[in-house]
T-cell receptor, first 107, second 114 residues
Framework: AQRVTQPEKLLSVFKGAPVELKCNYS??????LFWYVQYSRQRLQLLLR??SRESIKGFTADLNKGETSFHLKKPFAQEEDSAMYYC?????????FGAGTILRVKS | DVKVTQSSRYLVKRTGEKVFLECVQD?????MFWYRQDPGLGLRLIYF???????EKGDIPEGYSVSREKKERFSLILESASTNQTSMYLC?????????????FGDGTRLSIL
C-alpha cells in the first residue's frame, strides 16, 4: 500500500541555517511526488513537484528511488519559510499525504 | 488563477444533525476531493469525484457521503454528525490530464460537532 512518512512533527532552525525536511514513501509503482506548504492563515498550496526539477523559494527536492525518499532542502532558511509542510505521493488521480512537518525559523 | 471556494470557514453543529459542506471551483476541473486535516495525521482523503455524478471512496469514507450534480460543485454530507467528526475539512480540485496535475485547495471549513 502507498504510504508517506514525515518523521519530524516539528523542525526548528535559526535564520540562515540549512533546512532539510524529510519524506519517505512506500509505493510499488513509479512515484510522483509533491511538496505542499501551508503558511499561517493561508490555504494549502503546491510548493514543488519532483517531475519539474525546479527550485521554488530556494527549496529543492530530489527523488532518491534507492532510499525511497524525497527530502525538501534549502541552504539558508528565512523567517518567512515558517509553515506546515506536507509531502504527498500521487497514485491514480489521488494524493496520499504525510502527517506534515512544522518548520519554525527563529531569528 | 484557480479559485476553490468553501461555503463556510467555521461551522458549529450538534450531534446527530445532518451537515452539508459545500465546495465550488471555477476552473472547469474534472477532479474534486474532500479531505479532513487533523494534527499528527495530515490530510486524509474522504471521497473524490472524477466527473459529474461519479464518486469514489477515499481512505476514510465512513460516516460521510458526497454529491456532485454539477461539475463545479462538490458537496460533503455528514449523515448524522458525531463528535469525532470535529475537524478541518479541505476541498480541492485538479485537472484530469494525466499524472502530476497539482491539486488546488480551498481555505477550509473548521467544523465543530457539539
Amino acid at each position: 500500500a502507498q504510504r508517506v512518512t514525515q518523521p519530524e512533527k516539528l523542525l526548528s532552525v535559526f535564520k540562515g541555517a540549512p533546512v532539510e525536511l524529510k519524506c519517505n514513501y512506500s509505493y510499488s509503482g513509479s512515484p510522483e511526488l509533491f511538496w505542499y506548504v501551508q503558511y499561517s492563515r493561508q490555504r494549502l498550496q503546491l510548493l514543488l513537484r519532483h517531475i519539474s526539477r525546479e527550485s521554488i523559494k530556494g527549496f529543492t527536492a530530489d527523488l532518491n528511488k534507492g532510499e525511497t525518499s524525497f527530502h525538501l532542502k534549502k541552504p539558508f532558511a528565512q523567517e518567512e519559510d515558517s509553515a506546515m509542510y506536507y509531502c504527498a505521493l500521487e497514485y491514480g488521480n489521488k494524493l496520499v499525504f504525510g502527517a506534515g512537518t512544522i518548520l519554525r525559523v527563529k531569528s | 488563477d484557480v479559485k476553490v471556494t468553501q461555503s463556510s470557514r467555521y461551522l458549529v453543529k450538534r450531534t446527530g444533525e445532518k451537515v452539508f459542506l459545500e465546495c465550488v471551483q471555477d476552473m472547469d476541473h474534472e477532479n474534486m476531493f474532500w479531505y479532513r486535516q487533523d494534527p499528527g495525521l495530515g490530510l486524509r482523503l474522504i471521497y473524490f469525484s472524477y466527473d459529474v455524478k461519479m464518486k469514489e471512496k477515499g481512505d476514510i469514507p465512513e460516516g460521510y457521503s458526497v454529491s456532485r450534480e454539477k461539475k463545479e460543485r462538490f458537496s460533503l454530507i455528514l449523515e448524522s454528525a458525531s463528535t469525532n467528526q470535529t475537524s478541518m475539512y479541505l476541498c480541492a480540485s485538479s485537472q484530469d490530464r494525466g499524472l502530476n496535475q497539482p491539486q488546488h485547495f480551498g481555505d477550509g471549513t473548521r467544523l465543530s460537532i457539539l
